[in-house]
């Protein structure tokens, strides 16, 4: 899906993670919202976000990312994973990944945290098939929600890919950042259509994202933009 955090850390949302020459490397970008799987989680003003993560030859990764917005020095999310990836066949390979989200909030509420366990089928880095379970931490009465995406990445040049991609997922009324939507929880379906340019270390990606059931946006978010761009560098 469109650049945020869990793209960013894990190369997509959804690519693998590849061992790489040198075992260190990240990655910064500029995006005009921070997105999580279909939902705002900033306002839309441009969003810097950074990533650094260790790649071991055997397919483990470690990884930590942040971001905020220009216009503040708070930290709108931070992220930790762990991923391990292996082949399955000459085009196939798997990867499993565990990942901890922490979004503090001014406001009273609490922050919203999270931990997601996350398994993708990857074909030749075109396709990728997710299915995941992310859980809110610290409420009694959180629950498990369920969630499924399929990315698709298809060369068009060299340089230029069409993306396009579409998930389901519940989320979890009255905690977290979701404390606005009311009790209980439900399910929503968001899809993205983009184009993207990559050379040597940039890429940059224009995004229509559209969302079908989700919940009203986050008090101060002004709601999901219909575009998202973003531009980011590697190294």
Known sequence: MPI???????ALPRAPLHAQAAPFGGTVALTSQLVDRGLP????????????????????????AAASELRSTRLAEGLLHVAYSWPVSTNWQMQASALYYDAPRRERARGYQRVEA?????????????????????????????????NLRWPLTRHFSLLAGAGVARFQRGYGYY????EGSAYYRYGQVGLA?????????????????????????GGLSPWMASVSWSF
């Not at 945020?4 to 894990?10: D, H, I, K, N, Q």
């Not at 900033?42 to 930590?64: H, M, N, Y």
């Open 4 to 10: 945020g955090l869990a793209a960013l850390a894990l």
């Open 41 to 64: 989680l900033t306002s839309t003003r441009p969003v810097l976000q950074g990533e650094l993560r260790w790649d071991a030859p055997s397919g483990w990764s470690f990884g930590v």
């Open 118 to 150: 996350d398994l993708a089928w990857i074909y030749r880095d075109i396709l990728t098939l997710n299915l995941a379970a992310r859980r809110p931490v610290g409420s009694a009465d959180a629950r498990t929600n369920p969630l499924a995406e399929a």
């Open 179 to 182: 404390r606005y939507y009311g």
């Open 197 to 221: 340019w990559s050379g040597d270390r940039w890429r940059v990606e224009l995004d229509r994202i559209a969302t079908d059931g989700a919940p009203r946006a986050r008090r101060g978010t």
